[in-house]
């Protein structure tokens, strides 16, 4: 490995460390490269960056944006935590875990966490106060449910991961579905021991009758918002479509949806819509480009297998390996968003998760719980202090149920996630006869 890539991984690493934006990192990193580096003047730098760019498969993501983004503004979201609350809302806790669900299902059909917390969490913070949810609490349970958007489908992190891994997209849908329903079933067991010393106000039991009613007036409210991901896997689980064409399909659903059905955007909120995204995948393509640079030196210099012989040099132990390649995953998340971590951490540790006999698949699982988690760990936390500006809160009001929440919910799936292949191997076997390198 040459000094350049030395020192053009410390830029990297410092800038990131420093705050600045991540595609500026990347950026100012492979300008080093191609100013000082001895690569033939690095005009292949440049081609191997517009050659990543015209992949099709990246455009699945803003559409998936886009259409998510039309779906937040009709309205939606609105009728997603109706229903959820009329199933949950008079149970001991329910709130909490009509937020867990709604969150999570929100967060899959607008493919972004931030668009989740900021959709659910202005609802249902205020609404969780009024009932007598401490504050802190209230935010940090929005907070660490947004996170499922990175593991239900369809994710724009999981596209991703098998893009600029080269492994099977509708496999990479699949495989995060197993862990993303145990951290459901975590939060929600989590949220009824936490709140018990609440002073929570409940309101009184409809009869099954009425109960029965309000949730079948609300289920037909929300059918079409509900209906969306269904379509999207249908199609692309049905041999139907690629999950780029999918992609589009959504978006021409969610038009008619937002603007006809259920009336919550017009043709300013269409324009916003719009221009959001269009910022989005600027940003987006501007990562990508330069981390394709990166990339393309890195491999040359050999940096994936140097980080494979460090780490060989640590211990040739598959469990202490797998703990530390989890240990730096967790730290990038904490710095990066997920699709910045995805593009930097991907690439250089899937050839040391393969030497351990780790199929690709299984390790997009691991990647996709592990950048999650960090992403809501302090001290940084990004999703965490957003969650904290929606819900009129602090960090230190959050921390303690923020860190439960990881301890108890978080890392045990991510172990489980680690050393059980099957929990994210099960259905891309069981659906796409899908044949993991290890068997």
């Not at 993303?180 to 409809?206: D, G, H, K, Q, W």
């Not at 996709?368 to 809501?376: D, T």
Request: contains cysteine; neutral net charge.
């Amino acid at each position: 490995m040459s000094i350049e890539i030395l020192i053009d991984a410390l830029i990297l690493v410092v800038l990131l460390f420093i705050g600045v934006p991540a595609p500026l990192c990347f950026a100012a990193a492979a300008l080093f490269l191609f100013v000082m580096g001895d690569f033939n003047k690095a005009n292949f730098l440049i081609s191997a960056g517009f050659t990543k760019l015209s992949s099709l498969i990246l455009l699945a993501i803003p559409l998936y944006i886009f259409a998510g983004g039309l779906m937040t503004e009709g309205k939606i979201a609105t009728r997603l935590i109706d229903l959820a609350e009329s199933m949950m809302a008079r149970v001991k806790g329910g709130l909490g875990i009509v937020v867990v669900f709604s969150t999570a299902i929100f967060g899959a059909i607008s493919g972004m966490s931030t668009a989740a917390v900021a959709a659910i969490g202005s609802i249902m913070i205020p609404k969780m106060v009024e009932r007598g949810y401490d504050r802190g609490y209230a935010t940090a349970l929005v907070a660490a449910s947004s996170v499922l958007a990175l593991l239900i489908p369809p994710s724009s992190s999981m596209i991703l991961y098998g893009w600029v891994t080269n492994t099977s997209i509708t496999a990479m849908f699949l495989a995060p579905i197993i862990p993303a329903l145990l951290l459901i079933t975590c939060f929600s067991v989590l949220n009824y021991f936490l709140t018990r010393r609440m002073p929570l106000i409940e309101l009184p039991p409809p009869s099954l009758k009425e109960g029965a009613l309000d949730v079948w007036f609300k289920t037909k409210r929300a059918a079409f918002g509900l209906a969306m991901p269904i379509i999207i896997l249908g199609c692309i689980y049905g041999g139907i479509t690629t999950p780029t064409e999918a992609a589009a399909i959504a978006v021409v659903y969610s038009i008619p949806v937002a603007i006809f059905i259920y009336r919550g955007l017009d043709l300013k909120g269409f324009s916003e819509v719009a221009w959001k995204t269009g910022q989005i995948a600027a940003v987006l393509m501007i990562l990508v480009f330069f981390s394709s640079m990166l990339a393309r030196v890195w491999t040359m210099e050999n940096v994936p297998q140097t980080v494979l012989e460090f780490m060989l040099g640590i211990s040739d132990n598959k469990i202490v390996l797998l703990l530390l390649i989890n240990l730096f995953l967790l730290v990038i998340g904490m710095f990066l968003d997920d699709i910045s971590g995805v593009l930097l951490a991907s690439p250089m540790l899937l050839p040391v998760a393969m030497s351990l006999g780790i199929d690709p698949v299984h390790f997009g699982a691991i990647v996709g719980v592990n950048l999650g988690m960090g992403l809501i760990t302090p001290p940084t936390a990004p999703i965490l202090y957003f969650a904290g500006l929606i819900g009129n809160t602090t960090l230190p009001k959050m921390v303690g149920y923020t860190m439960i929440l990881i301890c108890f919910g978080y890392i045990p799936v991510l172990i489980l996630t680690t050393f059980i292949p099957s929990l994210s191997l099960f259905l891309p076997e069981l659906v796409l006869g899908y044949q993991p390198i290890s068997k």
